[in-house]
């Protein structure tokens, strides 16, 4: 069975500045997704960014952007600019390939923005 | 579009008592989701959904029990609420019969207190 480790479960970083969220996992298959999951005080879940195993490529979505290292079976987060709408709990989850596949989280980093 | 909808937001229940969280979606989704979310634990499933008519066991099922008369609904019933079924209650679904991405869509969550 996958798993997913988010071994951080705190972090703080100043307004502006960028912080790196770490995750790994563990996975015997070749083929995957992986996603990261935003959480803020709302409670609401939403999607940040995802990444496809098979693609090199890290994926970006505006501030956000992701370092994928397959071979280490590392999925960091790295936040540019951050702002204090940022500040959430953070989840790493995998996916892995074929329909009906199911999630795996991590147990989530809860990042705080300082003014 | 709603997306997806819980009810009730919040509950607080006596032990013993038995409880139905609903949930609702309105993307004509296969696949559905009950997630339960603790502090330090992340998300974890407990009952999903490939399509109407079927379910399945996730991580942590004991104690809750699921339906799927229907594409739209996926009320999750605990028949004798215990304290340790205090937490927050989180409904998914997705396209489900993708493979890929197949990225999944939250509710608002059920915050659910069991004394």
């Known amino acids: 069975a996958q798993t997913v480790t988010q071994s951080q479960p705190e972090m703080s970083v100043q307004e502006a500045e960028t912080v790196t969220l770490s995750c790994t996992y563990d996975?015997?298959?070749?083929?995957?997704?992986l996603f990261w999951y935003k959480q803020p005080p709302s409670r609401q879940m939403i999607l940040v960014i995802r990444?496809?195993?098979?693609?090199?490529q890290n994926a970006t979505e505006n501030r956000f952007s992701v370092n994928f290292q397959k071979a280490a079976k590392s999925f960091s987060l790295k936040i540019s600019d951050s702002q204090l709408g940022d500040a959430a709990m953070y989840f790493c989850?995998?996916?892995?390939?074929?329909?009906?596949?199911?999630?795996?989280f991590g147990k989530g980093i809860t990042l705080s923005v300082r003014p | 579009i709603a997306g997806i909808t819980q009810a009730p937001t919040s509950q607080i229940l006596a032990a013993g008592r038995r409880m139905t969280l609903r949930c609702t979606q309105d993307?004509?989704?296969?696949?559905m989701y009950w997630y339960r979310q603790d502090l330090g634990l992340g998300l974890r499933l407990i009952h999903y959904s490939n399509t109407a008519g079927t379910t399945g066991k996730g991580e942590v099922p004991d104690g809750y029990s699921v339906s799927r008369a229907n594409t739209d609904d996926f009320p999750l019933t605990l028949a004798s609420a215990v304290p340790s079924q205090t937490s927050v209650y989180f409904c998914?679904?997705?396209?489900?019969?993708?493979?890929?991405?197949?990225?999944?869509?939250f509710g608002p969550g059920t915050r659910l207190t069991v004394l």
């Open positions: 990444q496809e195993a098979y693609k090199q």
């Open positions: 989850a995998y996916r892995s390939p074929g329909a009906n596949s199911k999630l795996t």
């Open positions: 993307m004509r989704h296969n696949a």
């Open positions: 998914a679904s997705s396209d489900g019969n993708r493979a890929g991405l197949d990225e999944q869509f």
């Open positions: 996975t015997s298959e070749s083929d995957y997704y």
